[in-house]
């Protein structure tokens, strides 16, 4: 999820085992426009749009350009300002093994996994923290609009089969304040990823931001082992 700590992690594996970052795909200025429109609904903002999280439950079938994006970028093969941010210098691109970070794949992961075959790390980071950070850097104006109903309910994708469970909660939620929106979409994107974990075997490296902070070493060298 934003702010959960997943810069630093990316950064850090990616100096361990000299790999090269990519940096977001999935949020990139220069995604492919009509990637999006096979998976938004019509008329979406940007706030919506920069936010939203594609889902694909057990592979990407129905959305083969979403497929296509994806392994280029698990290979590095996209460009722009944007993926390149995390690098530090120019000789980490010539590097081959790629660590790539993104905070909007919570619904796709199982997806993920099974399609490119690629070890996944989840950091998972105490929402209060994510909440005080989200306003510390400006970004919680990104959730000032947002409707729960409209990430979990409407799209057209498959996910709303899996969210129903939470109709009311999500309905009653929608009309709370911007920090309890964004506690239930934390909320909810992580009870999918335990979802996968439990219920489709998904092998995901489970992360704990406040516990590497308090031993980043420890934390890591256990993590890459």
């Known amino acids: 999820f934003m702010r959960s700590g997943t810069t630093w992690l990316q950064e850090a594996a990616a100096e361990v085992l000299n790999g090269k970052s990519v940096f977001e795909p999935l949020g990139s200025p220069e995604l492919p426009d009509d990637m999006y429109s096979t998976l938004l609904p019509a008329?979406?903002?940007?706030n919506y749009r920069h936010v939203f999280m594609p889902y694909a439950e057990r592979d990407f079938s129905h959305y083969p350009q979403l497929k296509l994006y994806l392994?280029?970028?698990l290979r590095g093969r996209v460009g722009g300002h944007w993926v390149y941010r995390?690098?530090?210098r120019l000789s980490e691109s010539r590097r081959s093994r790629v660590i790539l970070k993104e905070v909007r794949a919570q619904l796709?992961?199982?997806?993920?996994?099974?399609t490119f075959q690629v070890p996944i790390l989840h950091v998972y980071r105490d929402p209060r923290a994510i909440i005080a950070s989200l306003n510390k850097a400006q970004w919680d104006k990104l959730y000032h609009t947002m409707s729960l109903r409209a990430h979990f309910l409407e799209p057209r994708d498959g996910r709303?089969?899996?969210?129903?469970?939470w109709r009311d909660d999500i309905e009653q939620?929608?009309?709370l304040s911007v920090p309890e929106r964004i506690a239930a979409y934390w909320s909810l994107t992580e009870r999918y990823v335990e979802h996968c974990r439990a219920n489709l075997g998904t092998r995901i490296i489970m992360v704990g931001y406040e516990e590497c902070f308090r031993d980043s070493?420890?934390?890591?060298?256990?993590?890459?082992d």
């Open 43 to 46: 008329e979406t903002d940007w």
């Open 71 to 73: 392994e280029q970028s």
């Open 86 to 88: 995390s690098r530090r």
């Open 108 to 114: 796709c992961l199982h997806a993920i996994q099974e």
């Open 160 to 165: 709303a089969a899996f969210f129903e469970t």
């Open 173 to 175: 939620i929608d009309a």
């Open 217 to 224: 070493a420890t934390c890591m060298s256990a993590i890459l």
